[in-house]
């Protein structure tokens, strides 16, 4: 099997119209893997997200056929009896029609979103792939799915590390409560916690609210054309974008 010459490594679940952090650790991997191998966890990421609306955010929930018990992410079907796609696309219209560059994006999402989509993972990665694009980001990707893992979580890290020869792993702050360094030290690779600074930028409806769905930024901020600096973080990229309309 060919082997990349990868330094970064990045393991995140593949979510639902992620968060910008997600896309800040996409943009300064050397290599990304969806982690799509891994059980299924009800009411979070994969399936839904947040956008802002008049009277704060807003959940957008992808509806799933019940999942059995350890059901790994890559087999959760989507409940299409259910008109999500529609109800999501005329939320974001609605939601956003004040934003400036809402229309340079949102026809492309919304006819991403209303395929037929059967796979909760594959809709995910079609996101994710698309927002990817817009926002410039080039990182190669593999899914956890295709690839030989065994052990406890981390083991299955630490082994990801090694297939790909990576000498160091950006990992989400969140991920201090479990992940072991010591086990990576061993492996003869570094861990790093990305301690995301989330940017600020002009929004609708009163107090800026942080932590939602890429799009908002997007929608708001990120004006067609602009692309992300390699290792460049989202925070500052968007910094500069504004410092420079000034």
Known sequence: MARFAVT???VLQPGYLPWLGYFDQLARADLFVHYDDVQFDKNGWRNRNRVKGPEGPVWLSVPVSQPQHGQRIDEVRIDNRRPWARKHVATLTQFY????????YLPALADLLQRDW?????????VIALISGWLGITTPTRRASQLALSGDRNDRLVALCRQFSADRYLSGDAAQGYLEPDLFSKAG????????D???YAQPFGAFVSHLSAIDMIFNAWAPGRRLARREELSAALFNQQAACG
Do not use: I
Request: aromatic share 10%; net charge negative; glycine share 0%.
């Open 8 to 10: 970064v490594l990045v």
């Open 97 to 104: 029609a004040r934003a400036p560059y809402r229309d340079a």
């Open 198 to 200: 989330h940017p600020v």
């Open 189 to 196: 690779v570094d861990v790093e916690w990305q301690a995301f």
């Open 118 to 126: 059967e796979k909760l993972v594959d809709l995910d990665l079609a």
